[in-house]
């Protein structure tokens, strides 16, 4: 037994030197830049940012079902990337509303603006280029609408207020002619038109020519992404791909090469994209429908939090948890003494342990997720307060020290694990819950005190009974009254 309780304390000591270590600020004893890659990170409210709620809104009263939702949603995660915000946070609310939370932005209004662009798809000719995922393009179709906006936010000089639908049309056709042909017209492989930022590919079609895009399996069971044009498109398309049999097609996105792949085939109404994943295939799918759709974006509230906000409530949190700390520890000093000493002791290791956690796992730290964290401290006290008390029932029957120790635990368990199970499964069904309405107030709280609670478990039960182990091996406790226990306590287990 001492062998063993010696051991379990050496593991304990290099846990708690090693969650130490992860949790020290900077780079510290960084080795290999870990913890460079593993900070504590902030949420919104900490450190100031910007909190958008956006509804879809298609137009002719149409729905948005998920997997159109989760596309959009993914596509509003790549334009954010593309902004440069760390830890953003983006996710589905109800049937059509997207929570986006980006910390540390600067330019709210460009942000939003961002956000509410809508969509665009479109599938390009890449002229005997190179093309690769995640590459920045130009197309036409592109510059063509860049061209559109720029004319209908600068009119021409005495032009008149309302133009006539020919001169419309004849002014679309000559900015159509400037960028490549008209969408929708077959043409020859050309030359994409070299500008200052590269070259400008042919769009062949568009998402609004795509009718609808689903990942599914193949006759040898290879995961592809399968997808359906609207009648016009589909013979555009068949006689462009019938002529480039063997040669890369790029899919773009915003911009953005999402697919490369090879032509192996005309495809006329139908195709399929293959060589890649089940997940790969499935983003894909969710990427393609978003274009699709080009479902416009409202904002339905928006609000701006400050840093100095974020930073005063942390000081003052810091502050609640130092002093509501402090006064547990010495009311357990005073009330368990030696027991009492060893319990503050697993709490801090306790700490150390749930703050490294919270940075590997990693765990956006939000005041919600600050207060989680407290309760759990005061969840893992009250895991000590059963098991002392219990303990000194033991010895009050009679028991030898060792005997009531072990005892004390045992007994304690049973009811320590059911009201820490209760809470965690609380908190799972918070988590959830937060998850789908979108509440990242409810989600941070529940995922804090989730692991703050399965922390405290280990500590309470493993780290506090080595320690009271240790002392009993060694012979530091003899006299009853360093366990707590008062002078009538004593003189009734000495029979007097």
Not at 10 to 22: A, D, E, N, Q, R
Not at 135 to 152: G, P, Y
Not at 211 to 238: C, H, R
Not at 342 to 365: D, W
Request: aromatic share 6%.
């Amino acid at each position: 037994m001492r062998t063993r309780n010696w051991w379990m304390l050496g593991f304990i000591v290099l846990l708690t030197l090693s969650s130490v270590w992860v949790v020290l600020p900077g780079t510290v004893l960084d080795i290999g830049g870990f913890k460079e890659r593993h900070p504590i990170r902030e949420g919104l409210d900490l450190q100031g940012g910007l909190q958008v709620l956006m509804e879809a809104r298609p137009p002719d009263g149409g729905s948005v079902d998920k997997g159109t939702l989760d596309g959009t949603r993914d596509t509003l995660e790549r334009r954010v990337n593309a902004l440069g915000v760390s830890e953003p946070l983006i996710q589905t609310r109800g049937g059509n509303q997207i929570v986006v939370e980006l910390p540390g932005v600067s330019n709210p209004e460009q942000a939003v603006a961002v956000l509410q662009q809508t969509a665009q798809l479109e599938v390009i000719d890449p002229a005997g280029y190179s093309l690769s995922a995640g590459m920045q393009v130009q197309t036409s179709l592109s510059q063509q609408r860049e061209a559109q906006d720029a004319a209908a936010a600068s009119p021409s000089p005495g032009a008149s207020p309302a133009a006539s639908p020919a001169a419309t049309a004849a002014a679309t056709a000559a900015s159509s002619s400037e960028v490549g042909p008209v969408l929708g017209e077959t043409a020859p492989t050309p030359t994409p038109e070299s500008t200052a930022n590269g070259p400008v590919f042919t769009t062949i079609i568009s998402g609004t020519d795509l009718k609808n895009a689903y990942a599914t399996t193949d006759q040898t069971g290879a995961w592809v992404v399968a997808f359906e044009l609207q009648s016009g498109a589909a013979d555009t398309f068949y006689n462009y791909t019938s002529q480039h049999i063997g040669q890369q097609i790029g899919f773009v996105l915003d911009g953005t090469v999402i697919s490369a792949p090879v032509l192996r085939n005309a495809i006329g109404a139908q195709g399929q994209i293959d060589g890649m994943s089940a997940t790969e295939a499935q983003n894909l799918a969710l990427q393609l429908k978003a274009g699709a759709l080009g479902v416009p974006l409202q904002v339905v509230s928006s609000q701006t939090v400050g840093p100095s906000l974020g930073r005063d409530s942390v000081d003052r949190s810091l502050l609640a948890g130092i002093i509501g700390l402090g006064a547990v520890a010495l009311f357990m000093i005073l009330y368990y003494r030696i027991p009492g000493v060893l319990a503050v002791l697993a709490l801090l290791i306790y700490t150390s342990i749930t703050l490294a956690l919270y940075k590997l796992i990693p765990v956006t730290l939000t005041l919600p997720g600050i207060a989680g964290f407290i309760l759990s401290i005061g969840m893992a006290v009250d895991a000590n307060v059963l098991i002392f008390a219990r303990l000194k029932e033991e010895l009050r029957s009679g028991k030898t020290l060792a005997r009531s120790i072990e005892a004390g635990f045992d007994h304690a368990w049973p009811s320590i694990r059911d009201s820490n199970i209760s809470t965690m499964i609380t908190c799972a069904i918070l988590y959830w819950f937060g998850q789908f309405t979108g509440a990242t107030i409810i989600t941070g709280f529940a995922l804090t005190l989730f692991v703050g609670v399965a922390v405290s478990l280990f500590t309470a039960i493993t780290v506090t009974r080595t320690f009271l182990r240790v002392m009993v091996d060694w012979g530091m406790i003899r006299n009853p009254w360093w366990l707590g226990m008062g002078r009538l306590e004593m003189r009734a287990m000495a029979g007097d």
